[in-house]
């Protein structure tokens, strides 16, 4: 199974979902996870014929990054929902709940970023 992931610019994600389309591909996930050294990973997820195809942009907090609707009807589930929980503004979706599509106690609950991992050396101490 090809797991690569191919890193785009935010200037692609349009031309790449009508490019998956256009060969047949169907979407299958878009996912939001915190980036190591900050923002965040939007990853696309593409299948045809059980081959996956990966593509991640990464962007800071609160970015703007362009609806892939016009290519995925139903990619507006998965946008609503990385709005809702991350607060990232998708441009175009062809249906805009407007924060309401996931009821949380607090706004955008998971766009806190993750910190730079640290590393602590631990002496073992010797046994006598």
Known sequence: MNMEVVQI???EVEKTAADMKNQGYRL????????VGGGFDITY?????FSLKHFRITM?????IPSICKSYAGAFVYENEIHDL???VFNGMTIDFKGTFIRTSVP???KKEI???TV?????EDAA
């Not at 299958?28 to 980036?35: L, S």
């Not at 800071?60 to 703007?64: C, G, L, N, T, V």
């Not at 602590?120 to 073992?124: A, F, S």
């Open 115 to 117: 910190p730079e991992p």
């Open 86 to 88: 991350y607060g990232f």
């Open 60 to 64: 800071p907090a609160e970015s703007e």
């Open 108 to 110: 955008y609950p998971f």
């Open 120 to 124: 602590t050396k631990v002496k073992k």
């Open 28 to 35: 299958v996930v878009m996912t939001c996870t915190p980036a």
């Open 9 to 11: 610019a935010v200037s």
């Open 45 to 49: 997820s593409y299948d045809k014929d």
